[in-house]
């Protein structure tokens, strides 16, 4: 038996998506989770999303899972006696607590009673009084959070930190296994950057590969963390954020040091912003530097010198102390860091097996041949591609990755003459469920957006983001489409100033068939400064909330057939998005009240209709869980599969 742990500590926004991953491993493994008191609803939430998964009912899944929940009133005394939050998790942190001990120690011992426990998986650091148990008791105990390399934004894989020898939250495990590893002077295949961020960057990122040999644009980059107190940090060392603005601005000046809020901190009009893409925020910088944030391995993986003052971070002991440094991080210990020291996808992290392996503490060789086999599986790779010249591999997981051949040669044969806007470095066309990705050329105050298409169907329109999924103003904008002879077959400029939002895209109709080559120059102004402009005409905040839901694209394949149900506000949203994206298709777009629906001009039929339609999967857009039950209820009564029913 495992005995997992996900326990209040800093960014419970995490917590909360992991619910539903620990669910799984202890129904699969038999464990024991112990969670808070105030998370039961997200754990009700996540056994019905179980319950669809594995297509077995909520109540066999509650009669499997054990879980016990740490009452709510142990924080609420804690903060009463300690003054607040941030001392009372700081005392947690440093020093062990009776009270969570007098209840956590009978629970492991009747436990023990059932079965041996075999280690223990705790999301974060871990409480003081936790890791002296589990010292005290002889169990091994994996500390665990998810590393920058992660599918929620957009990755091919999810890549974890876990640690077993010492602190998470520190760089003296990863120094220890990556000296050891140093020593069995074992012949391991490594990739080069170019080939490593090929295979694991979002795919909007692909374009920007060629910028590692661009100019910056400025001297360092300062990435935040995503709290002003963090305490298994503050434990470790009293610098914040303000101390590397200081230490940065003695060394340079202020417009040569950007600034990257975490996304945690952004107000609403700041989450608008283009810095909130790590990736073209560290390209952007020729040093990155940060307390603990993720962004170090980030500009690790771009190239990039990652600075930093404590270790505080796995791999951050080979990040430079000196602020001017010049020097990026060895090629091979990226990788190291990446497939060995880092595990790769839920279903290895969450496997009993695997771990019980580890405890064996096999050489480090043979856990990177272990982990680097499953990314190449998963990538659909085989180690073939290592027979390979650096070019034939990199062009190889390019077409993997769907890139087209224009895309692919722009960044294999690229011309560092070339002027880059870093605010908006890429564009995106959508032909059909087909996306065309281009990297901008910044020239003479406009960006030159320029794609290769080529439809075997004839297609009546195609649209276009621009801005890569940020909000700006545009200034202006003229678009030319010209044939295989170079004859331009359409044009247009639009004048003027239009706000485009970061889920909108320009609409052009111009039916195409075969090849075409499509050229856009525009300019912009930022998101803030609109904001700023805007608010101040109608006279209120420029703080302004905007609610927009985002339709789970990780949990579908593309080509995927989608039956969506619902049509309020997140059906609405869902059933524009995926008109947008193209990946998915939706055959049928239902709702008890269609009737309503159709009179206000929505495709919307009755749920009935399922039953006389081929899909994949039916996607339930509703929020409510009570709600979210009655729909699951009527689709049963219809003869609809279990598992084929969604709901995130």
Same mark, same amino acid.
């Given at each position: 038996?495992?005995?997992?742990?996900?326990?209040?500590?800093?960014?419970?926004?995490?917590?909360?998506?992991?619910?539903?991953?620990?669910?799984?491993?202890?129904?699969?493994?038999?464990?024991?989770?112990?969670?808070?008191?105030?998370?039961?609803?997200?754990?009700?939430?996540?056994?019905?999303?179980?319950?669809?998964?594995?297509?077995?009912?909520?109540?066999?899944?509650?009669?499997?899972?054990?879980?016990?929940?740490?009452?709510?009133?142990?924080?609420?005394?804690?903060?009463?006696?300690?003054?607040?939050?941030?001392?009372?998790?700081?005392?947690?942190?440093?020093?062990?607590?009776?009270?969570?001990?007098?209840?956590?120690?009978?629970?492991?011992?009747?436990?023990?009673?059932?079965?041996?426990?075999?280690?223990?998986?705790?999301?974060?650091?871990?409480?003081?009084?936790?890791?002296?148990?589990?010292?005290?008791?002889?169990?091994?105990?994996?500390?665990?959070?998810?590393?920058?390399?992660?599918?929620?934004?957009?990755?091919?894989?999810?890549?974890?930190?876990?640690?077993?020898?010492?602190?998470?939250?520190?760089?003296?495990?990863?120094?220890?296994?990556?000296?050891?590893?140093?020593?069995?002077?074992?012949?391991?295949?490594?990739?080069?950057?170019?080939?490593?961020?090929?295979?694991?960057?979002?795919?909007?990122?692909?374009?920007?590969?060629?910028?590692?040999?661009?100019?910056?644009?400025?001297?360092?980059?300062?990435?935040?963390?995503?709290?002003?107190?963090?305490?298994?940090?503050?434990?470790?060392?009293?610098?914040?954020?303000?101390?590397?603005?200081?230490?940065?601005?003695?060394?340079?000046?202020?417009?040569?040091?950007?600034?990257?809020?975490?996304?945690?901190?952004?107000?609403?009009?700041?989450?608008?912003?283009?810095?909130?893409?790590?990736?073209?925020?560290?390209?952007?910088?020729?040093?990155?530097?940060?307390?603990?944030?993720?962004?170090?391995?980030?500009?690790?993986?771009?190239?990039?010198?990652?600075?930093?003052?404590?270790?505080?971070?796995?791999?951050?002991?080979?990040?430079?102390?000196?602020?001017?440094?010049?020097?990026?991080?060895?090629?091979?210990?990226?990788?190291?860091?990446?497939?060995?020291?880092?595990?790769?996808?839920?279903?290895?992290?969450?496997?009993?097996?695997?771990?019980?392996?580890?405890?064996?503490?096999?050489?480090?060789?043979?856990?990177?041949?272990?982990?680097?086999?499953?990314?190449?599986?998963?990538?659909?790779?085989?180690?073939?591609?290592?027979?390979?010249?650096?070019?034939?591999?990199?062009?190889?997981?390019?077409?993997?990755?769907?890139?087209?051949?224009?895309?692919?040669?722009?960044?294999?044969?690229?011309?560092?003459?070339?002027?880059?806007?870093?605010?908006?470095?890429?564009?995106?066309?959508?032909?059909?469920?087909?996306?065309?990705?281009?990297?901008?050329?910044?020239?003479?105050?406009?960006?030159?957006?320029?794609?290769?298409?080529?439809?075997?169907?004839?297609?009546?329109?195609?649209?276009?983001?621009?801005?890569?999924?940020?909000?700006?103003?545009?200034?202006?904008?003229?678009?030319?489409?010209?044939?295989? !002879?170079?004859? #331009?077959?359409?044009?247009?400029?639009? &004048?003027? /100033? =239009?706000?485009?939002?970061?889920? *909108?895209?320009?609409? %052009?109709?111009?039916?195409?068939?075969?090849?075409?080559?499509?050229?856009?120059?525009?300019?912009?102004?930022?998101?803030?400064?609109?904001?700023?402009?805007?608010?101040?005409?109608?006279?209120?905040?420029?703080?302004?909330?905007?609610?927009?839901?985002?339709?789970?694209?990780?949990?579908?394949?593309?080509?995927?057939?989608?039956?969506?149900?619902?049509?309020?506000?997140?059906?609405?949203?869902?059933?524009?998005?995926?008109?947008?994206?193209?990946?998915?298709?939706?055959?049928?777009?239902?709702?008890?009240?269609? !009737?309503?629906? #159709?009179?206000?001009?929505?495709?919307? &039929?009755? /749920? =009935?209709?399922?039953?006389?339609? *081929?899909?994949?999967? %039916?996607?339930?857009?509703?929020?409510?869980?009570?709600?979210?039950?009655?729909?699951?209820?009527?689709?049963?009564?219809?003869?609809?599969?279990?598992?084929?029913?969604?709901?995130?």
């Amino acid at each position: 038996m495992f005995l997992l742990f996900l326990l209040q500590n800093f960014y419970n926004e995490n917590l909360k998506w992991y619910v539903i991953h620990y669910l799984r491993f202890c129904y699969r493994f038999r464990g024991l989770l112990i969670t808070n008191e105030w998370y039961q609803d997200e754990v009700k939430d996540s056994i019905l999303r179980l319950s669809l998964e594995l297509n077995v009912d909520e109540s066999e899944l509650h009669d499997t899972i054990f879980i016990h929940y740490l009452p709510d009133q142990f924080y609420e005394d804690g903060r009463k006696n300690y003054g607040g939050d941030t001392e009372f998790f700081l005392h947690l942190f440093e020093k062990r607590d009776l009270r969570f001990e007098n209840y956590l120690v009978p629970i492991i011992e009747e436990a023990e009673k059932k079965m041996p426990i075999k280690g223990m998986i705790c999301f974060g650091q871990g409480y003081m009084s936790l890791n002296t148990i589990a010292e005290r008791k002889g169990i091994k105990i994996i500390k665990e959070d998810i590393s920058p390399i992660r599918e929620r934004q957009g990755c091919t894989q999810t890549l974890f930190w876990a640690n077993m020898e010492g602190k998470l939250y520190h760089s003296d495990e990863c120094q220890r296994r990556y000296e050891r590893f140093l020593a069995e002077k074992s012949d391991i295949p490594i990739f080069s950057r170019e080939e490593l961020l090929a295979l694991f960057v979002q795919e909007e990122a692909l374009p920007m590969i060629p910028l590692m040999r661009a100019q910056p644009k400025y001297e360092i980059g300062i990435a935040q963390t995503g709290m002003s107190f963090i305490p298994h940090i503050f434990t470790e060392t009293r610098t914040i954020d303000e101390d590397l603005e200081w230490e940065c601005e003695r060394l340079y000046g202020r417009g040569d040091i950007a600034i990257r809020p975490h996304r945690y901190k952004f107000s609403a009009a700041e989450s608008l912003d283009n810095r909130a893409d790590i990736d073209s925020f560290v390209l952007s910088c020729k040093r990155v530097t940060s307390v603990s944030s993720n962004a170090l391995i980030t500009a690790m993986m771009w190239n990039r010198v990652a600075c930093c003052k404590e270790n505080l971070l796995s791999g951050s002991f080979m990040a430079e102390k000196d602020f001017q440094s010049e020097k990026v991080v060895d090629l091979k210990f990226l990788n190291y860091l990446i497939f060995a020291f880092q595990v790769p996808g839920f279903e290895l992290f969450f496997n009993q097996n695997y771990w019980e392996w580890r405890f064996t503490y096999p050489a480090e060789s043979e856990i990177y041949k272990k982990h680097l086999e499953i990314c190449l599986e998963k990538a659909g790779i085989t180690r073939e591609i290592f027979k390979l010249s650096h070019d034939e591999r990199m062009r190889y997981l390019l077409r993997l990755r769907g890139c087209d051949e224009y895309l692919i040669n722009d960044i294999c044969t690229y011309s560092e003459n070339q002027q880059v806007d870093y605010y908006m470095p890429v564009s995106l066309l959508l032909l059909g469920a087909r996306k065309y990705y281009c990297r901008n050329i910044s020239q003479d105050g406009f960006i030159h957006s320029t794609w290769h298409v080529d439809a075997a169907d004839e297609m009546p329109y195609f649209s276009i983001d621009l801005m890569g999924g940020v909000g700006a103003y545009i200034q202006s904008f003229k678009i030319c489409i010209y044939d295989t !002879e170079g004859t #331009v077959a359409y044009e247009k400029t639009i &004048s003027g /100033v =239009e706000y485009m939002l970061p889920s *909108e895209m320009l609409k %052009v109709s111009f039916q195409i068939k075969g090849q075409y080559t499509i050229c856009a120059k525009w300019n912009y102004l930022n998101t803030m400064d609109f904001l700023k402009y805007s608010a101040q005409e109608r006279g209120c905040s420029s703080d302004i909330a905007i609610y927009r839901p985002k339709f789970p694209q990780a949990y579908f394949k593309k080509g995927t057939q989608i039956v969506l149900y619902g049509a309020g506000a997140v059906g609405k949203h869902y059933y524009k998005q995926l008109q947008q994206m193209g990946d998915c298709k939706i055959i049928l777009w239902v709702d008890q009240k269609y !009737e309503q629906c #159709v009179q206000n001009g929505l495709p919307v &039929s009755a /749920v =009935e209709k399922i039953q006389s339609v *081929e899909f994949d999967y %039916v996607l339930v857009a509703v929020k409510d869980r009570g709600i979210v039950r009655e729909i699951i209820e009527t689709l049963s009564k219809l003869g609809i599969a279990r598992d084929t029913i969604v709901w995130t």
